[in-house]
């Protein structure tokens, strides 16, 4: 494995990070507010229908392949 490419994070149990996210605006939310603020989100906008009828089930033996061939490069 090279260390180069790792990135190591000590948790400080002291200095917990919230994040930036409103969360009492965002339960104030309907759903037709979150789907419209989703869908003007051009970063990361909601999967289709179609889209989600294609993902596939993964075993934890599955991603933990995928983790150690990514992690070999």
């Known amino acids: 494995m090279n260390d180069d490419n790792i990135t190591r994070v000590r948790l400080d149990p002291e200095n917990v990070s919230h994040g930036k996210t409103d969360w009492e605006k965002v339960e104030a939310m309907t759903e037709e507010e979150i789907d419209k603020a989703a869908e003007a989100d051009s970063d990361c906008l909601p999967l289709s229908q179609q889209e989600l009828n294609e993902f596939r089930r ?4 599955d991603a ?5 061939s990514l992690s070999s490069c």
């Open 58 to 61: 993964t075993s934890i033996t």
């Open 64 to 68: 933990d392949l995928v983790v150690r």
